[in-house]
Every structure is written in C-alpha cells, then in structure tokens.
C-alpha cells in the first residue's frame, strides 16, 4: 500500500536560505553603514558631519545581536570610518588620544544603546516577530550620547580651547558635537515612526536571528 506523505512541505525562499546567518548580516549592514557615512549632507569645518543614516545601519547591529557583539563592531568600524573621513577629506585631529577616544572607542560605545534592550513585556506578534519600539529608538538615541560623549571628551582633551575659560570650552563643545548627531538622530526617530520600516526592521530582525531548522518563518 503506497503511503502519502502528509507533511507539510516548506519551500526555502532566497531570504530564507540567509536566515540565522549573522556573518552575512553583519557584513550586509556594515558595509550599508560604511558607505553611507561617506554621504554628508552637511559638513563642519572643524569635522563632524551628518550623514545619510550611516548610524541606523549600525545600531542595527546591535538591535539585532545585543550589546557585546555590537561594541566588537562599532570598534571595527571606527576603523574603517577613520579611513572614510580620510578619504572624504574631512578633518582629522592626528594625535593618538584623539583618533583612539573618536573613532574605535566612540563607535564601540555606541553599542551602549543596547543596554535597553531585551526589556521585559516586549510585544511578540503571532508571526512570531518582536516589536520592541522602545528599545530600537530609545537605544539608539542613548547609543548617539554615548558616542557624543567620547567625541566632547576628545575636544576637551586633545584640542586648543575654542574659548576661554573650562565651562565656556566645555559648553561650546557639547553644542558643536552634538549639534550635527542630533541632526541626523532626529531624522532617524522620524524614519523610525513609519510603520512600513518598523515591519521592515523587525522582519529583518527576525530573519536574521532566527536558526534554519525553525520552519515556521511567515511573511506579514
């Protein structure tokens, strides 16, 4: 008697045939975050430029891994956005403190975001995706502060006074780093408000991080 398989059969999409791989994810939005840092929409003399969401793509890294493995990245990329400023022309303060504090330390602070994750009562849809819309903007606007933070700290230690007196200095470098990264972190949390990219990242997230061996990955 000829037995009928009654299994259901689960055709592997493109998409899902990536599923689980982290290498390929990482390396996917890092090189989006390194190239896109390259496009500077606006350019301070004394460096410090906005860029075309080059800091989204990498906090996704992070969004996406957790915090340990984000601040390995961010490291790496500090890097590799040392050699993308230089390229680009923008200034570069030489001195070995300050191409440390701005680059791999800055960058690998700004994983920091990731602190806010994994919070508990995260919303879990039936597609089996979770949305945690908190975490994403909030994270990521902690991530943008911790990296301003490295980079006013750089200014205080490693440059000629902009004016006179400590608190006047300090004041005058907060507002000049932070003017150009709350540019771009507000035009991101406005990007982030837009449903269609919400799904679009949470779907990601969750081909991304999710193993092979699970059938039950569902479009929405």
């Known amino acids: 008697m000829e037995t009928i398989d009654t299994r259901p059969n689960f055709r592997l999409r493109p998409v899902d045939r990536l599923r689980g791989n982290r290498l390929f994810w990482t390396v996917v939005l890092l090189t989006m ?16 430029a906005v ?11 992070t969004f996406f891994y957790g915090p340990r493995y984000g601040f ?3 490291v790496l990329f500090g890097f590799l956005k040392l050699g993308v400023t230089y390229l680009t022309g923008e200034f570069i303060n030489y001195n070995p403190g300050a191409l440390l504090l701005e ?21 879990w ?6 949305r945690d819309s908190f975490g994403l903007r909030a994270g990521y606007l902690l991530g943008v ?11 205080n230690l490693f440059y000629p006074p902009d004016r006179a007196g400590f608190w006047a200095n300090f004041l005058y470098s907060v507002t000049y780093d932070m003017s150009y990264l709350l540019i771009e972190a507000a035009l991101t949390l406005l990007l982030l408000c837009i449903p269609a990219v919400l799904d679009a990242i949470y779907y ?3 081909v991304a991080t999710t193993p092979k061996t ?7």
């Open 33 to 48: 975050a390194t190239l896109l840092s390259a496009v500077k929409p606006v350019v301070l003399p004394d460096g410090g």
């Open 214 to 220: 699970d059938p039950t990955l569902r479009s929405f």
């Open 72 to 74: 390995c990245i961010g």
């Open 145 to 155: 502060f911790c990296l301003g933070g490295c980079y006013v700290l750089s200014a």
């Open 51 to 61: 860029t075309c969401f080059s800091l989204l793509f990498l906090w996704l890294i």
């Open 204 to 206: 990601l997230k969750f």
């Open 103 to 123: 680059y791999p330390v800055a960058y690998g602070a700004f994983a920091l975001g990731g602190l806010l994750l994994n919070r508990r009562h995260v919303q």
């Open 125 to 130: 849809e039936e597609d089996g995706v979770a």
